[in-house]
């Protein structure tokens, strides 16, 4: 594959069509020969061991885990696993460090492992040694390594992790190995060919040494064989092929690409990268697709509104610079009051004038909806979570309702029912959700209850535990999780996350429930035996 093309001796590119025609001519009719060869040594150099920041990158590009669920994993194998015979080990070391520093114990320990394991040839005659890229990378904390590498491989600890473990440790075992082993050996074969006044290159590569490779299960490099010749060799072509390429407009960011970019600018700390992408993901202003982000209207109105008003706070020079003095006060060369006084008055300032002069922009879409409260119109306003249908004639009438995708639209009719309401004696109507269907009352909103399709009055058979008179019945929360309430609520307060039962403890009399964290089987609330002869 041609790497290189020089026209009078001057690297060229070409940018239309009609050039490449011209060129790809002349070499068609001009004779070619092998001008030089040229074959030098190189070597490759294993990356540091692995920061907060690298770690999120790496387990995002290679598995395509979220940050959060990188930190998730890796909280897990810091807090430790059972490694069968009661040992509950912790696998790696702290994983909120931006430092690249091992100690000098551990590194040892991995020499000999390298020796024995791979070979004495792998084992570097001086120690590796890596500075941090983040200049206020704080000392306290090592790099993300495994606590016993030489011990603990990642074939000795499989059976113990489950998948997604498995992979993050592996990955932080090869990386900390590799970083201590010898680089790896490449040949590259550079071959110039002429045709009048044009010089094409082709460049070639092989593996001559493992190295840190050795320790990898990808291989990074991948080798290209060119064949052997000889200079002033003439060579023919048997096809001369243009092909046209489009520049790309740049990706949007992945996570790992965001968390790059964000210690590029020295925004943030590597306790802070996963909470401010959950944030932002949380709160609307950007979706995940597949694992690239996109921008939402949320997040392009806030973002809008924030850097016409306060373009000096959302500069991320100034995020960085904070970032700097905050570090400074930790290491007690500056005092917090000063750093928190030139901030605060002049930004105290800027905020009591935009409250004054700025008007609140009702955002409102107009609908055809009515407001069953006053039958005023409803608008479409934004919320924390998103947009939803508001009365128009807000503050007299705050009557709101969830925004559904044909919100704009009227509304399917409710089906009817033959349930009657247990609240109010009106008739039950059939009503979606998010969550599904469920039967809610047709004098809404005055009368506001609701209950599970198939469960015309949410009994289960149980009487409360708290109050003797409730039945138990089946609830959501807001967020669609499922709990078990009184039927006397809010007389009765009782509530509970376990499934109740009709079973009593044989020791103390207490009220069983089935408990998920106990595989389902039925626990007493009272004095939390276990019954583990039911499941």
Not at 282 to 310: A, C, M, S, W
Not at 448 to 469: E, F, V, Y
Not at 475 to 496: E, L, Q
């Amino acid at each position: 594959m041609i790497t290189r093309l020089s026209i009078g001796g001057k690297p060229v590119a070409i940018d239309n069509s009609a050039e490449a025609a011209k060129v790809k001519h002349e070499l068609e009719l001009n004779p070619a020969r092998i001008s030089q060869i040229n074959f030098v040594h190189k070597e490759r150099f294993p990356n540091e061991p692995l920061t907060t920041s690298t770690l999120q990158q790496q387990a995002g590009t290679r598995f395509g885990f979220s940050v959060k669920k990188t930190m998730m994993l890796a909280q897990q194998l810091y807090e430790g696993v059972s490694l069968g015979k009661g040992q509950h080990t912790g696998l790696i070391t702290y994983m909120r460090t931006d430092s690249v520093y091992i100690s000098p114990r551990v590194i040892q320990e991995m020499r000999d492992f390298i020796g024995q394991t791979y070979g004495q040839e792998y084992v570097p005659a001086t120690i590796p040694r890596y500075k941090s890229k983040n200049k206020s990378a704080q000392e306290a904390h090592e790099a993300i390594r495994p606590t016993m590498p030489a011990t603990h491989t990642p074939k000795e600890v499989a059976a113990y992790l489950n998948p997604d473990q498995k992979k993050l440790y592996q990955l932080i075992w090869e990386r900390t190995v590799a970083s201590q082993m010898a680089p790896a050996q490449l040949g590259q074969t550079n071959i110039a060919i002429t045709s009048g006044d044009k010089i094409l290159t082709i460049q070639g590569v092989t593996l001559e040494f493992k190295g840190f490779l050795a320790a990898l299960s990808k291989n990074p490099i991948t080798e290209s064989v060119v064949p052997k010749l000889e200079e002033g060799l003439t060579v023919v072509p048997r096809e001369v092929m243009t092909e046209q390429k489009f520049t790309e407009p740049s990706e949007r960011y992945t996570e790992p690409a965001l968390v790059k970019a964000l210690e590029k600018l020295g925004i943030g700390r590597p306790s802070t990268y996963a909470p401010t992408l959950t944030t932002i993901t949380t709160r609307g202003y950007v979706k995940r697709e597949k694992k690239y982000l996109y921008p939402q209207e949320t997040g392009i109105l806030v973002n809008d509104f924030l850097v016409k008003h306060f373009p000096d706070i959302v500069d991320t020079k100034f995020t960085a610079t904070m970032e700097d003095k905050l570090d400074d006060v930790a290491d007690g060369k500056v005092a917090w009051q000063k750093i928190v006084e030139d901030f605060y008055h002049p930004f105290a300032e800027l905020l009591k004038n935009k409250e004054a002069n700025l008007e609140k922009q009702n955002t409102g879409e107009a609908t055809n909806e009515i407001c069953s409260e006053c039958q005023g119109p409803m608008v479409i306003k934004r919320g924390k979570f998103g947009k939803f249908l508001a009365c128009a004639n807000f503050p007299e009438c705050k009557h709101t309702q969830p925004l559904e995708d044909n919100a704009a639209t009227p509304k399917a009719p409710a089906e009817p029912t033959d349930v009657v309401c247990e609240k109010c004696g009106s008739p039950m109507v059939k009503r979606k959700s998010r969550y599904g269907e469920f039967l809610g009352c047709s004098n809404y909103p005055k009368c506001k209850h609701i209950q599970n399709l198939g469960q015309p009055s949410g009994d289960m058979g149980l009487s409360c535990p708290t109050c003797g008179t409730g039945k138990i019945v089946e609830r959501r929360t807001k967020r669609g999780r499922v709990f078990y309430g009184c039927s006397n609520y809010p007389k009765c307060d009782f509530a509970s996350w376990n499934q109740p039962t009709d079973k009593v403890c044989p020791t103390c009399q207490g009220p069983m429930a089935l408990v998920k964290a106990k595989g389902g089987a039925p626990v007493c609330q009272k004095c939390g035996f276990v019954d583990k002869d039911i499941t």
